[in-house]
């Protein structure tokens, strides 16, 4: 009699296991291979057929591998929770009011001293290459939330914005030239349609219209003209891949908990010759734009736990890596201080250059001051999203330039 309860409970247990999958599974998207295999199975009345399939079928409908990560996305958005926490602090993952997701930091310190100490050490460095003739600008990124955007759950804040004001506060106080590239974003379209829904950076469709401005700029303040023609959407062939994109904040959550993102590949109409090199990691790509600073091979087969399509644009994070521009000789030579939001400006900008030298100090380990001058660059850029600026890693230390 034990027996046949202990049988009875675990079949029904199995059932509601079952029930749970396919009714996570309708919620969140079509019909699945288990919902596919339980009509079959009920059309046939083959119940072996089910035991012998369903875990097949639920991990192929939770994505095989990630089982427990989609499973685990899926109870917290039905449970509604918009705060879901990691055992990294700084990985804690949000659901903004929009629906997109977003980091935040529950338990770290406020970055606006931090970021305040990265502004002088800037300072710094722009008078140093001032010194010595060249010029420097810094570029500050937008993030993902805005600046008065209220859209964060109750208790939870962002300190990105304040820690870029004290930032650019610093910046201003120091005399150094900087372009607040918040409003651009701000006033033009959706803010929110700029970003990706899971993960922190910014699109393409971002990053081109960033471009389309900072031509106009480095023409303004520096006389550096740009081929017009370059800039034009019309000039560019896109292509967009549906459902492609599982971001840094998507793969912590899974893509039951807010989807998937996707991701439009620039191509340019005219001509192009390139030459990307970065030694550290024996890169040396020669060719066209779409070949040699864009890389094929990342957008090759959809990954969305193993793969990040976002470095399509630029490959990644380098500490030091060179693009030549074989067409325009005549152009301006402009080195760029970087985090990770300049994956995607990069190939970009690489076409309103002679030669563009990118430099992420999160992994560059040479004298930096030392080699920009080296480099005899017509300018020095430092491009940063707002959330950077309190992140001492991607700034020069002060007392390093004052040795």
């Not at 406020?110 to 140093?128: I, K, R, V, Y």
């Not at 550290?280 to 087969?301: H, L, M, N």
């Not at 030298?357 to 999203?385: A, C, N, Q």
Request: hydrophobic letters at 40%; glycine letters at 8%; aromatic letters at 10%.
């Amino acid at each position: 009699m034990k027996r046949r309860d202990t049988l009875t409970a675990l079949g029904f247990l199995a059932a509601l296991a079952l029930a749970l999958a396919v009714v996570v599974s309708s919620c969140f998207g079509g019909e699945g291979a288990l919902e596919t295999l339980l009509k079959q199975a009920l059309r046939d009345r083959d119940v072996q057929a089910v035991l012998d399939g369903a875990e097949r079928a639920v991990n192929q409908d939770l994505d095989r591998d990630h089982f427990f990560i989609q499973l685990f996305g899926g109870v917290q958005r039905l449970c509604g929770r918009r705060v879901v926490e990691d055992a990294v602090g700084e990985n804690t993952v949000v659901k903004l009011s929009t629906g997109a997701l977003n980091f935040v930091d529950l338990t770290g310190p406020d970055p606006a001293p931090q970021a305040a100490e990265n502004a002088g050490a800037t300072a710094a460095l722009a008078q140093d290459l001032s010194e010595r003739g060249i010029p420097y600008r810094f570029l500050l990124a937008p993030q993902k939330i805005g600046r008065d955007q209220a859209l964060l759950p109750t208790g939870v804040t962002d300190r990105g914005n304040a820690a870029a004001d004290a930032f650019l506060a610093g910046l201003a106080e120091a005399g150094a030239a900087y372009t607040d590239l918040r409003p651009l974003f701000e006033e033009n379209g959706s803010y929110a349609d700029w970003f990706f829904r899971t993960d922190h950076h910014w699109k393409p469709e971002a990053a081109f219209f960033a471009w389309q401005y900072l031509t106009g700029l480095l023409e303004e303040e520096y006389g550096f003209a740009c081929d017009a023609a370059l800039t034009q959407a019309s000039n560019w062939d896109t292509r967009v891949l549906e459902d492609f994109f599982l971001g840094s904040q998507g793969k912590r959550v899974g893509t039951l908990y807010a989807g998937t993102d996707r991701l439009t590949l620039y191509t340019p109409k005219f001509e192009t010759q390139l030459t990307y090199a970065c030694p550290f990691y024996a890169i040396d790509r020669r060719g066209p734009f779409q070949t040699s600073v864009c890389f094929p091979e990342r957008v090759a087969r959809r990954d969305w736990f193993g793969g990040n399509p976002y470095t399509y644009y630029a490959g990644g994070d380098y500490p030091l890596a060179t693009v030549t521009n074989h067409l325009n000789p005549d152009g301006p030579r402009i080195v760029l201080l970087r985090d990770s939001f300049a994956c995607a400006l990069t190939p970009f900008l690489a076409l309103s250059c002679s030669e563009l030298v990118t430099i992420d100090l999160r992994y560059f380990s040479g004298d930096l001051l030392d080699t920009v001058v080296k480099l005899e660059p017509d300018l020095v850029l430092s491009l940063m999203t707002a959330g950077s600026t309190g992140n001492a890693a991607l700034f020069p230390s002060k007392a390093a330039l004052e040795e």
